[in-house]
């Protein structure tokens, strides 16, 4: 029998498990573009600024310690590393470090912590593996990508967020007309809406005094992790659920977003100088 054409969609089989097969298909790529997939960090822009912004500020002994573990890679390239492992089941362990989250009104001192690690445990037990002589080789390298990574996260205020609403992943907006959320807004649409690259964003980045750059370095991860906090509480009041974002909040937000990328590139630098100088 001749099959009679499709009047909606030409282009299905008329097939019947065919048919049944490209709706589930057709369904599975509408609910991916309304909801995007889920990638939960800076974004590998933001990552790779942080990382280049870093090389610039590392002593010659660190960088070509750096050099020789990377095998010149580079840490605008392993920037990522932390979340392309994440598509990998062998990693979900290491799922609880990319973020922390304690009441607003608490102390991370004294707060509840998460049994699988959160991300100033797991800064710690990179920097404790990298300094140990005693590590191999296949650590090293594993916990120095990794660092490079959470450092860039810790300045992403919403890893410092709220765990009622998963950091604002909870906290559904319009981004440009498209569904997004208050996280993924900070991680990666405004640097993406930006359209500068990488490279362009780090270049871009402002020129700092000795001593700007000093009063950057000051401190330890914890007063890092308060500072990215504070800057939270300003992010959650600044959109609601489901409001429609666009410009005008890249007009009043993008700066921040700028001066935690510079901010956590030179603490890495510093971080890296410490371990390696
Ligand atoms: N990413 C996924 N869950 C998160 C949380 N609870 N806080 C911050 N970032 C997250
Ligand atoms: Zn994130
Ligand atoms: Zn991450």
Redo the contacts with the bound molecule.
């Keep these: 029998m001749i099959n009679k054409p499709s009047f909606f969609i030409p282009l299905i089989p008329q097939n019947t498990s065919m048919k049944k097969l490209t709706f589930v298909l057709i369904f599975l790529l509408i609910s991916l573009q309304s909801t995007g997939s889920e990638k939960?960090d800076w974004g590998s822009t933001g990552h790779r600024v942080v990382g280049k912004i870093a090389e610039s500020h590392l002593s010659k002994k660190a960088k070509n310690k750096i050099d020789k573990l990377l095998k010149g890679q580079g840490l605008a390239f392993a920037s990522t590393f932390g979340d392309e492992i994440k598509s990998d089941p062998a990693y979900d362990k290491f799922y609880t470090w990319?973020?922390v989250?304690f009441p607003f009104d608490s102390k991370y001192e004294e707060s509840k912590k998460d049994p699988k690690g959160d991300i100033v445990a797991g800064i710690n037990y990179c920097i404790k593996v990298l300094k140990d002589e005693g590590s191999s080789e296949k650590d090293k390298v594993f916990y120095l990508k990794f660092l490079i990574h959470l450092v860039g996260d810790l300045h992403q205020p919403?890893?410092v967020?709220r765990?009622e609403d998963?950091?604002?992943?909870d906290i559904k907006v319009k981004w440009h007309y498209k569904n997004s959320n208050l996280?993924r807004v900070w991680d990666s649409e405004m640097i993406n809406s930006w359209g500068m690259s990488y490279s362009e964003l780090a270049e871009n980045a402002k020129p700092l005094s000795k001593a700007q750059v000093q009063a950057i370095e000051k401190g330890n991860l914890i007063d890092w992790t308060y500072e990215s906090q504070a800057l939270a509480k300003m992010v959650y009041a600044s959109a609601e659920m489901d409001e429609k974002l666009s410009y005008r909040y890249s007009y009043e937000h993008f700066e921040q977003v700028r001066t935690q990328l510079q901010k956590s590139g030179i603490r890495l630098a510093k971080i890296l100088n410490e371990i390696f100088g």
């Design positions: 939960p990319h973020f989250n919403l890893h967020g765990a998963k950091g604002g992943n996280h």
